[in-house]
């Protein structure tokens, strides 16, 4: 009878566990604590509490209000406090046990601040160190090794996924503290080039035209989905193919006149128009996403996003790994047609001779090489979601089962 219990407590974990998600909210996790709300505030302000919620396996360094009172004396834009802040996320989990059994008592954790792209070298990492007798410090790794803030208390811990620690003060950092150019000041352009992108960037530098629709939408709202270097210039033909006009409008199609963060981009699939879309020239491309990847489709092919170079509102910067084709400019390559069905011989000569003709007429043509194709759809991308879909199912028919099995056991 033990056993049976036992049994059935797996069998009702494993399907809760299939039934949930491991999402939180950091907002909502901290409004719970009134001596956070000035850090929870900001958190929402900086758009970075939609970041935080995107993500496992992350750890919040919380401020209470007199820290964050002594930060804000400083009078930061905002667009600094959200580099400051950003730093005060790790992008791994530490609970309030695992801070105590830290491998060789120290350890050296990614931040936000790091992945954002604006980091240079080490800036973005955090260091936490064990100093036994219950004392744990943290401190910005370009500080000069000074670890004068200290663990205070574990405020809320989802395991594994997502851990709020308060810590005794903001981490000082001054790249992160330095000040941050308004929208109108970035160099969009530079970022790209740094950051694996310089082929695009180049070549939308040579077009100013275009360059200068990006740069009109900057304070309003851009996000860019910029080709890596080696997927861009292995295009770099099909490119000069086009047409003046064209060249221009292709420049265009891979920027959005809005900001989009990751998380957005996730929430809001479908249809979005580019700074290439003017009237019957749509120029737009779809928006998907399956778990934490999220794709850009047209009727030509699928391109992956990959990385984030900048999110800082009213700008965003992705990567992708191929180039996006929007169908005003290049063509599918066509559909080879089936094969006829073979005719009903009447007799055997006549079948022979059906046959040869069927032959003749199926065979296919050489295959096309001008630029202006390409593939409907990419063989990856074709599998990828048909694996998506098998695995879906397979988690319904998982779950479907494990019910029907418990139902079998209680009775």
């Known amino acids: 009878m033990q056993q049976r219990q036992q049994l059935l407590l797996l069998i009702f974990s494993l399907f809760l566990a299939l039934q949930t998600s491991n999402g939180h909210n950091i907002t909502r996790l901290l409004a719970k604590h009134p001596s956070l709300s000035t850090f929870n505030h900001y958190l929402t302000l900086t758009h970075l509490a939609q970041e935080i919620n995107r993500r496992t396996t992350i750890t919040v360094l919380a401020l209470d209000n007199a820290a964050m009172s002594s930060l804000l004396s400083k009078n930061p834009s905002i667009y600094t406090m959200k580099n400051i802040l950003s730093l005060h996320v790790l992008l791994d989990y530490f609970g309030a046990k695992k801070l105590h059994q830290i491998t060789n008592g120290t350890a050296l954790a990614a931040t936000m601040f790091q992945a954002t792209g604006v980091a240079p070298g080490v800036s973005g990492f955090v260091n936490i160190t064990d100093f036994k007798g219950g004392k744990v410090g943290f401190g910005a790794e370009d500080n000069g090794g000074s670890l004068d803030s200290l663990f205070v208390k574990s405020v809320e811990e989802l395991p594994y996924n997502i851990s709020v620690i308060q810590i005794s003060k903001a981490l000082p950092s001054a790249v992160a503290e330095a000040p941050t150019p308004g929208p109108s000041e970035l160099n969009i352009t530079g970022i790209m080039s740094a950051h694996g992108c310089k082929v695009f960037a180049d070549t939308l530098l040579a077009y100013p035209a275009a360059m200068g629709t990006y740069e009109d939408n900057v304070d309003g709202g851009l996000t860019v989905f910029c080709p890596l270097d080696d997927a861009f210039k292995a295009f770099l033909p099909k490119f000069k193919n086009l047409t003046a006009s064209g060249k221009e409008s292709f420049l265009e199609f891979f920027g959005v006149p809005v900001y989009q963060s990751l998380s957005m981009l996730k929430s809001n699939n479908g249809l979005m128009n580019t700074l290439a879309t003017d009237g019957a020239s749509k120029f737009d491309f779809t928006v998907q996403n399956e778990g934490e990847e999220v794709t850009l489709k047209t009727k030509i092919n699928t391109v992956k996003i990959t990385g984030t170079l900048l999110d800082e509102q009213p700008v965003a910067i992705y990567t992708t790994d191929k180039v996006l084709m929007p169908r005003e ?83």
């Open 329 to 411: 400019l290049f063509k599918a390559a066509p559909t080879p047609a089936p094969a006829p069905a073979p005719e009903v011989a009447a007799d055997a000569p006549k079948a022979s001779k059906s046959k040869s003709k069927s032959k003749s007429k199926s065979a296919p043509g050489p295959a096309s090489d001008s630029p202006a194709d390409s593939p409907d759809g990419d063989p990856a991308d074709q599998a990828a979601d048909e694996n998506a879909a098998v695995s879906f199912k397979g988690r319904r028919f998982v779950a479907v089962g494990l019910s029907f099995l418990l139902v079998f056991l209680l009775l």
